[in-house]
């Protein structure tokens, strides 16, 4: 249809109607669309360009449409809604269309498509890091979390002298001097950046791809210059990174038959001194499910949750001795059967934590957390860091070098001390990626419970006081000794605390210019 636009009407088309004409009264007439079939309306207003006009669809565009000789030729000229928010937003359409109109009769070719031509030949490693970070937050699958773009953006940072260079003209050589020369300083650091930025080239050549053959074209990007390191074998292989782990004490897991035990009863130790419950009882948690640092934080109670809470949330059930974790590092949920010991540790906080909801220390609002924070003020409302806690407790058992994350090796450690099957070992790791992966039938689930208090039993053992505290009734107490002295804590840095004397003498100690 041709009809003369203005800014009135190009608002009055709309896909769900379809213009069909004019009445006497020169006003357009419209009919139902229902399919939503997109439509074109060509300005037939004086002085506009020929073929320039409007298209409805989900949204509206200017284009330019112009036949030379027996071909049509359409570009798009961009988005109504961004040239009308500018003065004079009409006119410029139509002298955008005119020109690109021009550049069609005289060229017999479309600009747009010539533009993608040349912005896949020309595109730089900035503009591929910045399209690769865009389809990590929004592809549907193992979208990535803040942690991860954080990871992503620090890469990017490496190779930000390189962001300008054209993709294409990357050199192998340089490529290798720049891995080796970071190599020496940083080496794992290092190879998580050249193989993001192989990764992120690679998407870029996909896409390419794609686009030249819906075009019918040869691809104009087709070499990932970062390919270079693997060919020539300078990675690293796993062999190599676990022998120089161990030659730095980089992975440290609790051993069944040395550090476990010494570990267990330092932290039954630290667990009955002062505050330090909650943080004890989070980090044994850790150790019984496999978990990673962070996933045992955000627990809540499944009392208090309703069935739709559930499906975003992570918690544990203790009637059904179960414990989920929802949306784990790689992007599945990840459900468990606990133990009976891990149960009987945790009604115990249920059962505390209700007496201190009646004494009026806990808020109903951290009642929810398995491990509410200790601070009424802290915004997250749950335990977050047991790395000073952690390292305590180590010095207690005279542990030279203990992580966070080497509770969870040490889970993996007594899975092989008992030789579980590789399919348990997955599960429990949660390195299945399997689309089945919290599907069981009921003799899965029981083997998989009967593995889980096989494990937790092979772990409490090695300390006799954990054990006979948290042990079933029907299994046997276990000789014990004393469990070890827990030194007083060493002061926390920062500035000490103030007493009532120095709070008195502080209008005539502070002098002039202190800034106190």
């Known amino acids: 249809m041709k009809h003369e636009l203005t800014i009135a009407n190009i608002k009055s088309f709309v896909l769900d109607k379809k213009p069909v004409g004019v009445d006497s009264a020169g006003r357009i007439i419209f009919e139902p669309n ?91 490693l900035g503009q591929a890091f910045a399209a690769y970070r865009v389809h ?39 490529i290798v001097a720049r891995f080796r020369a970071r190599q020496k300083v940083a080496a794992t650091a290092n190879e998580q950046e050249f193989r993001q930025a192989y990764t992120v080239v690679r998407h870029a050549i996909g896409r390419e791809e794609l686009a030249a053959a819906s075009a019918r074209r040869p691809p104009l990007l087709t070499t990932n210059p970062f390919g270079i390191i693997a060919l020539e074998k ?40 002062r505050e330090n419950k909650t943080g004890c009882d989070y980090i044994l948690t850790t150790l019984l499910v496999g978990a990673r640092k962070m996933e045992c934080s955000k627990i809540q109670w499944a009392e208090l949750l309703t069935e739709q809470e559930k499906l975003t949330r992570s918690w544990v059930d203790l009637e059904k ?7 784990t590092k790689n992007g599945l949920d990840h459900l468990l059967p606990i133990g ?36 009424r003020q802290n915004k997250a409302g749950h335990y977050k860091d047991a790395k000073d806690l952690l390292d305590r407790i180590r010095e207690i058992a005279q542990i030279p070098v203990l992580t966070r994350h080497d509770l969870r090796r040490s889970f993996g450690t007594v899975l092989e001390a008992l030789d579980a099957p590789q399919s348990i070992s997955k599960r429990f790791m949660n390195h299945d990626q399997a689309e089945t992966h ?55 840095p920062g500035r ?9 003498g502080e209008p005539d100690d502070i002098e002039a210019g202190d800034g106190e």
């Open 496 to 504: 000490p605390k103030r007493t009532a004397e120095d709070k008195m």
């Open 136 to 174: 990590l937050t929004t592809r549907e699958i193992k979208r990535a979390k803040p942690e991860t773009l954080k990871v992503f953006d620090r890469c990017a940072k490496r190779f930000e002298d390189w962001h300008e260079r054209k993709i294409r003209t990357l050199d192998i050589d340089e």
């Open 340 to 375: 009976p010991c891990l149960i009987e540790l945790l009604r115990r906080r249920q059962t505390e934590a209700a007496e201190m909801i009646e004494d009026d220390r806990m808020t109903f609002q951290a009642r929810k957390w398995v491990f509410p924070a200790r601070n």
């Open 234 to 273: 300078l990675y690293r292989t796993s062999d190599m990174i676990e022998r120089e782990r161990r030659e730095r004490m980089v992975r440290n897991p609790l051993t069944p038959n040395e550090t476990l035990g010494k570990f267990l009863e330092a932290l039954w130790a630290k667990r009955s001194t």
């Open 321 to 327: 001795g179960i414990i989920f974790f929802y949306k």
């Open 34 to 124: 229902p399919r939503g079939e997109p439509y074109y309306v060509f300005d037939s207003a004086p002085g506009a360009p020929v073929g320039f006009g409007l298209k409805v669809s989900k949204r509206k565009t200017f284009v330019i449409q112009r036949k030379v000789e027996g071909r049509t030729f359409r570009a798009s000229l961009g988005s109504v809604a961004e040239f009308l928010q500018e003065q004079n937003g009409l006119e410029k359409a139509r002298a955008a269309a005119a020109k690109i109109g021009a550049e069609i009769r005289t060229q017999q070719v479309n600009p747009n498509v010539v533009a993608k031509k040349q912005s896949a030949a020309e595109l730089t």
């Open 438 to 492: 919290n599907r069981y039938t009921q003799a899965e689930w029981e083997r998989l419970r009967k593995w889980m208090d096989r494990i937790e039993e092979a772990i409490l053992i090695k300390g006799p006081n954990v054990w006979n505290a948290l042990k079933p009734l029907e299994k046997s107490p276990l000789a014990a000794d004393p469990l070890p002295v827990v030194p007083d804590d060493k002061p926390r």
